[in-house]
């Protein structure tokens, strides 16, 4: 069982950068599929970026792709987020995932984490207001 922890919510207004952090319990994390979910207030949770295990390929959700920026450092098997430019309609609890899931293309990858991942975390507020 993967143990995640995120941190680095907040409120911020909008226009402003937030850097989210998620500690896994797992080793090497670049074995594991990795990624960025979001759920807003009466939505269900959608991806916003993860990277493949296999190729280190990275995939952001339209919504957010040229203003986050995804990355991991493998030695403290932690997660980063960093958001630039937020949105009003950033606001949402942000949860992250590790897992050994693969698929054909990242995106189909982190369609797949969403669809199976199981062991989530607290996750992390983001609110977007001014």
């Known amino acids: 069982q993967v143990q995640v922890v995120e941190s680095g919510g907040g409120l911020v207004q909008p226009g402003g950068s937030l850097r989210l952090s998620c500690a896994a319990s797992v080793f090497p994390l670049e074995n594991y599929a990795v990624g960025w979910f979001r759920q807003a207030p009466g939505k269900e949770r959608e991806a916003v970026s993860c990277i493949s295990s296999s190729d280190g390929s990275i995939y952001y959700s339209d919504s957010v792709k040229g203003r986050f920026s995804i990355s991991r450092d493998n030695a403290k098997s932690t997660l980063y987020l960093q958001m630039n430019s937020l949105k009003h309609e950033d606001t949402a609890v942000y949860y992250c995932?590790?897992?050994?899931?693969?698929?054909?293309?990242?995106?189909?990858?982190?369609?797949?984490?969403?669809?199976?991942?199981?062991?989530w975390g607290q996750g992390t507020q983001v609110t977007v207001s001014s």
């Open positions: 995932a590790a897992d050994l899931a693969w698929d054909d293309t990242v995106q189909a990858l982190c369609s797949t984490l969403l669809r199976i991942y199981r062991d």
